[in-house]
């Protein structure tokens, strides 16, 4: 079946742009995570919804960060004013509300 | 202090060695315990759940000692297809039950 999708897979921006990056999480899941990939480290936690409730946001590293999952499925992270230091892969995750959550390919942003 | 502390490597090691990877936890909080692959470019895949009494899935055996806060991965008759990242991962199942990832070992087999 079909696994956690992502778009785009890989997005340049100029520093001070604002981005969107969408994820497609397995249908039914009812969690849904973000991460932050920087390069040579390990994927760091976002934030979570559960349906269309976001429950966490701790992992959020600034206001310019804000994340939506209006119905419950897909989900948008958003990035304003983009900086250079926001350059890293972003990684969606869902789960069906156990322990294994399934990663998506990832988003690619550079900040340039 | 990281929630995650891993030796990120790089291990190169011949074709058919045994390797071992070791992390720690600082969170004596942390339930549940994994070991993820992530490939170059690809996203983390789950390798192993890591239990108490210790795990066994073909060439891979995990270790989990609580007291110590101390996981460890085995890999036997490494393979050149075993050549990726490895990523100690720990939840805490409390709250967002998000994981925390170490920063990968990485490991690369060599002919």
């Known amino acids: 079946g079909a696994g956690v999708s992502q778009s785009p897979r890989y997005k340049v921006a100029k520093r001070g742009q604002d981005v969107a990056l969408r994820c497609d999480p397995i249908?039914?899941?009812?969690?849904l995570f973000w991460y932050q990939q920087a390069l040579g480290q390990g994927p760091e936690f976002l934030t979570y919804?559960?349906?269309?409730?976001?429950?966490?946001k701790s992992g959020l590293p600034s206001d310019r960060f804000f994340a939506e999952r209006p119905e419950g499925s897909v989900s948008t992270l958003k990035i304003q004013r983009t900086q250079k230091e926001d350059s890293a892969v972003y990684l969606c995750?869902?789960?069906?509300?156990?322990?294994?959550?399934?990663f998506g390919p990832g988003t690619r942003l550079t900040v340039t | 202090r990281k929630e995650v502390e891993q030796d990120p490597g790089p291990f190169n090691v011949p074709e058919g060695a045994t390797v071992a990877f070791n992390c720690t936890y600082s969170?004596?909080?942390?339930?549940?315990f994994f070991w993820y692959r992530q490939d170059c470019r690809k996203e983390p895949k789950l390798l192993m759940s890591?239990?108490?009494s210790g795990n066994e899935d073909g060439r891979f055996t995990a270790q989990l000692n609580r007291a110590s806060q101390y996981i460890s991965l085995l890999i036997r008759d490494s393979k050149l297809s075993d050549s990726a990242t490895y990523l100690c991962?720990?939840?805490?199942?409390?709250?967002?039950?998000?994981?925390?990832f170490g920063t990968g070992t990485r490991l690369t087999v060599i002919p």
């Open positions: 995750a869902s789960s069906s509300g156990g322990e294994r959550q399934y």
């Open positions: 249908s039914g899941h009812v969690s």
């Open positions: 919804f559960q349906n269309e409730a976001q429950l966490d």
């Open positions: 969170n004596s909080a942390s339930q549940s």
């Open positions: 890591v239990y108490s």
């Open positions: 991962v720990v939840n805490r199942k409390t709250g967002a039950n998000n994981l925390f």
